[in-house]
C-alpha cells in the first residue's frame, strides 16, 4: 500500500482548468519526483497537496488519513512537511536559534516546570542532530542571513525536517545552485530517503534522474506518464513535451 495518495485532484481558476483530475502515488522510502514544462500545473497540484489552495475536486490520503479538507498546519500535524523554492529561515536569528525554534513548534510548549530542564536539554540535543544531518554544525553560530544560497537552502531543509515528516515536499530544492552545491544537494536528499519518503518538483534534470525512483510528467494539467527514470527518459511523448528545453533528456 503506497504511504500517499493523491486522487483524481481537480483545480478551475475560473474557466481555467490547472489540474485535470491528477492522480500520483508515493511509496514509503520513495523519491517520487514531479517534472512538467512550466505553466504544466506543478505549483498548483504542490499547493493542493500542502493545503495552500483547496482542492474543487478529489481525495488527500496520507498513511490511511484524509487530509483533503485539513489546514496546513494539521497536516503538519499528520506527518506532512514541504520547502519552498524561496527560502523561509529567520535571516536575522543564528542557525542554531532557526533549529532550536523549529523543533520547540514542533514539540509543543506544555511543559511542567519541573521537566522544563530536561525538556530543554532534549530540544537542544534535536537541534544539533539536524545540524549534523544537514552539514550545518560548523556554522551553527552563523547569523542565517549571512550564509551562503546553497546553506540557506539546506537550512531551510533542515527546518522542515524538524517535524519529523512522513513525505517531505521540496520545491525546486536545487533552485540557484551552481554545480557543486547542487551535487551536494542531490547527495543529501540521496540520503534523506531514509528518514522519509520525498515527493521532488525539480527543473534540473540530471538531479531528477539521479534521484528519482519514479517520474510524473505533468503536462497542461494532467499526468501525460508516470514511470522509473528510464522508461520516462524514452518515452516519445515526454520527450516531445521537452523538445528544445530539456535537451539533457
Request: charged share 20%.
Amino acid at each position: 500500500m503506497s504511504l500517499f495518495v493523491a486522487d483524481r485532484l481537480v483545480k478551475r481558476f475560473g474557466g481555467l482548468l490547472a489540474t485535470d483530475a491528477v492522480s500520483l502515488a508515493v511509496d514509503h522510502g520513495e523519491v517520487h519526483a514531479l517534472i512538467g514544462p512550466n505553466g504544466a500545473g506543478k505549483t498548483t497540484l504542490v499547493n493542493l497537496i500542502s493545503g495552500l489552495l483547496p482542492a474543487d475536486a478529489g481525495r488527500l490520503v496520507l498513511d490511511g488519513v484524509e487530509l483533503t479538507a485539513m489546514a496546513p498546519h494539521r497536516r503538519v500535524q499528520h506527518g506532512l512537511s514541504r520547502c519552498f523554492q524561496i527560502t523561509s529561515v529567520f535571516g536575522g536569528r543564528s542557525v542554531f536559534d532557526n533549529l532550536l525554534l523549529a523543533v520547540q513548534a514542533h514539540a509543543g510548549s506544555s511543559f511542567r516546570f519541573l521537566r522544563r530542564r530536561a525538556a530543554e536539554t532534549g530540544l537542544h540535543r534535536q537541534a544539533l542532530e539536524l545540524a549534523q544531518t544537514l552539514g550545518l554544525e560548523t556554522v551553527l553560530h552563523r547569523v542565517a542571513a549571512t550564509l551562503p544560497h546553497g546553506l540557506q537552502r539546506r537550512l531551510d531543509l533542515a527546518l522542515a525536517l524538524a517535524a519529523r515528516p512522513k513525505l517531505l515536499l521540496l520545491d525546486e530544492p536545487m533552485a540557484g545552485m551552481g554545480p557543486d552545491d547542487s551535487q551536494q544537494m542531490v547527495a543529501l536528499i540521496g540520503r534523506l530517503r531514509e528518514r522519509t519518503a520525498i515527493l521532488l518538483i525539480e527543473h534540473d534534470m540530471d538531479a531528477v534522474f539521479q534521484l528519482a525512483d519514479r517520474i510524473s510528467v505533468l503536462d497542461y494539467g494532467r499526468v501525460l506518464a508516470c514511470g522509473d527514470p528510464a522508461s520516462i527518459r524514452a518515452h516519445p511523448q515526454v520527450r516531445a513535451v521537452y523538445l528544445g528545453t530539456e535537451e539533457g533528456m
